[in-house]
């Protein structure tokens, strides 16, 4: 079955610096990857997919990368502020069937 | 829209009891999911429903029943409870049409095991 990967578990960062999470997946056959942000004691909200047909997407200081032939992903947020401090989650599905979750980045975002 | 919603909010069980964990969507969503979420873990998927009537185990089905017998019921069994069964549960849902697979959460249950 599918295996997730996700680097570092705890990342810290200065305010306006840049955070990248990365994440390995092991089934070929996954094609489309999440990435979740939750909050202490909430639900996860998605902040950004990718299928597996795209390389890269963009929404404002938010970012995913995707390499197919590594099976590697990457969330990038630029311009970090106080309110990105969070537990980020990426995940890997085929078809929005059968999810597995990274086990998390806990990433601070010093003032 | 109410969008996914779950009861009970908290339970406590004894061991060997039994609960059904309710969830509930208003979205006409075709896909709905059960996950379990550890203290400091991600989650885990422990069934998904791909349309009323279908169901199909996930990454952590043992100790767990569901059934899907209509597109906005998706509810969580939990036979003969277990500590080991203390967790956060999140039902969600998501539309797969058009290639989106995003899935939206419910607030969760916060069930303990005792």
């Known amino acids: 079955g599918e295996n997730v990967e996700q680097h570092p578990s705890t990342l810290s960062v200065q305010e306006g610096d840049s955070a990248v999470i990365k994440c390995t997946y092991s089934d070929s056959a996954s094609n489309y990857f999440p990435w979740y942000k939750q909050e202490l004691g909430k639900r996860p909200q998605l902040i950004i997919d990718i299928r597996s047909n795209v390389g890269e997407k963009k929404d404002q200081r938010i970012a995913v990368t995707l390499n197919k032939t590594a099976k590697h992903f990457s969330l990038h947020i630029t311009e970090t502020q106080p309110e990105d401090s969070a537990v980020y989650f990426c995940?890997?599905?085929?078809?929005?069937?059968?999810?597995?979750f990274g086990p998390g980045t806990r990433l601070s975002v010093l003032p | 829209n109410a969008g996914v919603t779950q009861t009970p909010k908290f339970r406590i069980l004894k061991i060997g009891q039994s609960m059904t964990l309710q969830c509930t969507q208003d979205?006409?969503?075709?896909?709905m999911y059960w996950y379990r979420q550890d203290p400091g873990m991600g989650l885990k998927l422990i069934y998904y429903s791909v349309g009323a009537g279908i169901t199909d185990k996930g990454e952590v089905p043992n100790g767990y029943n569901v059934s899907r017998s209509t597109t906005e019921d998706f509810p969580l069994r939990l036979e003969l409870a277990a500590p080991s069964q203390t967790s956060v549960y999140f039902c969600?849902?998501?539309?797969?049409?058009?290639?989106?697979?995003?899935?939206?959460f419910g607030p969760g249950t916060r069930l303990t095991v005792t």
């Open positions: 979205m006409n969503h075709n896909y």
């Open positions: 969600a849902s998501s539309l797969t049409s058009g290639g989106s697979y995003e899935q939206y």
């Open positions: 995940a890997a599905s085929n078809y929005g069937q059968n999810f597995v």
